[in-house]
């Protein structure tokens, strides 16, 4: 049986199940490296204040590297009866290095090690995660130039409403990575903050530098609280927020794709490293990775909620239940790290069908509201020519005809005020390229957007 680090005030052992039931070495090894490296820091600034000899703290940091190593290379045995990365670290360097491995523990507490160890760990997550979106953003930058001119249907309701650029609808999801962009980035800002110093929930009696421990592993901020330096998972419950609003973006995304890729819309191609077929029916390939991704997202958010419940109604400060946030916390991180990095390489393998796409925009009377407008243009109120317009639509769809097909005699008979320019006005670039301020759909519009997006990905803006 191994000895546990609290053994002293216990004199029956932890029942068998209890200690299973209570570990967290199951998924908390995962933080090991942070906790090694929060470890050494915290023995070089005990050996500063002369908490501890500088010899004591040059046998801990070397048996502390030695650990990492182990563990590096696959040989550290983690055990249960040790309950988490904390003790299974801290047993193993007394083993190694005697019972001045037990220096280490000075001025600590589970409680503060625990939040330092998440929030390295997060810190570093989060730093991935915007490489990644920035990946992401490139590849529909790189799609968005490339395709630059294809005419889509955009829509409202899901039915035909106005043409659009498809650069332009690839851009609306630039804008929505961007934000997320914004909100893990302003995130970091709150996770790093330094908990370590806070002790067990009161702070310590020993004259410790907190300053050094957070100027040596870069945080900017230390903790102003040593109550809610233990007790605060905000930061975790802001990054599950953001990862949630992410995957809502690639959900939507992903839906597109769907449906883009279906025969009814055939839109665009999903290269087949993305796909897979079906066991009975020869003629299928399914677009197997956006369906998984709009999937996922129900567990990011599920684990949002288990958070948020998980912290709620907490008395101060530490409670064992915060043990919880770890597992939510990590399948968060790695179901967005897994979308993200299939997303940003399937957008580049997208094929683009700009002819079906054209076709699709040239149908559904998609410039009908360019010939109200129009209308307008000559004087009559918008109400008025609506109403026009509308019956011109009754009347194409009674003939089997498209808006640019009618001759100008029978767009007189709607309106006497629609001359022959009213051509000029019908055909998809025309449409289009009517929309030129900013943020609207034209050719230039779009191409300044795509640079103006290019110039802040590169930091040249
Ligand atoms: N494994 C624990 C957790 O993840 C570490 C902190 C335990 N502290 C305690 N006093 N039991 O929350």
Not at 88 to 98: D, F, K, M, Q, S
Not at 265 to 278: K, P, R, W
Request: glycine content about 8%; proline content about 3%.
């Amino acid at each position: 049986m191994t000895e546990k680090p609290w053994q002293g005030r216990f004199s029956q052992p932890t029942d068998a199940f209890v200690e299973e039931f209570t570990a967290s070495i199951g998924f908390d090894q995962r933080l090991y490296r942070y906790d090694i490296e929060g470890s050494i820091v915290h023995a070089r600034m005990l050996a500063r204040q002369g908490i501890i000899e500088n010899a004591e703290m040059e046998a801990i940091a070397a048996g502390l590297k030695e650990i990492l190593d182990q563990i590096e290379a696959g040989d550290f045995e983690f055990s249960v009866a040790l309950e988490d990365i904390h003790m299974n670290v801290e047993a193993r360097l007394t083993e190694r290095i005697g019972p001045v491995g037990g220096k280490l523990h000075t001025a600590r507490s589970r409680n503060d090690q625990v939040a330092l160890d998440i929030r390295l760990y997060l810190r570093d997550e989060v730093r991935e995660i915007l490489a990644f979106l920035d990946r992401l953003q490139r590849a529909l930058l790189d799609q968005a130039e490339k395709h630059l001119g294809v005419i889509m249907p955009g829509f409202t309701h899901l039915q035909t409403a106005q043409p659009i650029l498809f650069s332009h609808h690839l851009m609306a999801y630039f804008e929505m990575l961007r934000r997320d962009r914004q909100r893990f980035a302003e995130g970091l800002r709150r996770i790093n903050v330094l908990p370590l110093g806070s002790g067990a929930l009161a702070g310590t009696t020993f004259p410790i530098d907190r300053e050094f421990v957070a100027r040596e592993l870069g945080f900017d901020e230390v903790g102003r609280n040593s109550l809610d330096g233990v007790s605060d998972r905000d930061f975790a419950i802001e990054f599950g927020a953001a990862a949630a609003l992410l995957m809502m973006h690639l959900s939507r995304f992903c839906e597109e794709l769907i449906l883009w890729s279906s025969a009814e819309f055939s839109f665009i191609e999903l290269s087949d490293a993305f796909c897979t077929g079906s066991s009975i029916m020869p003629q299928k390939k399914n677009p197997d990775v956006p369906e998984l991704i709009r999937g996922k997202t129900g567990r990011v958010y599920g684990n949002l909620v288990a958070l948020l419940t998980l912290m709620k109604s907490l008395p101060l400060a530490y409670n064992k239940d915060m043990q919880e946030d770890k597992e939510p916390l990590f399948d968060t991180i790695d179901t967005v790290k897994g979308s993200l990095k299939v997303f940003a390489a399937m957008v580049p393998a997208i094929g683009v069908r700009a002819d079906r796409m054209r076709s699709a925009a040239a149908a559904g009377f998609s410039t009908a509201t360019d010939v109200a407008d129009y209308l307008v243009r000559k004087g009559l109120p918008f109400r008025e020519a609506h109403e026009a317009v509308g019956k011109t639509v009754r009347y194409c769809i009674e003939q089997g005809k498209e808006l640019p097909a009618l001759t100008l005699e029978e767009f007189r008979s709607f309106s006497p005020k629609i001359e022959a320019d009213i051509y000029g006005h019908v055909t998809l670039e025309a449409s289009v390229n009517a929309r030129a301020a900013t943020g609207g759909t034209a050719l230039a519009a779009v191409q300044s957007a795509i640079e103006r997006a290019r110039r802040e990905l590169d930091g040249t803006s």
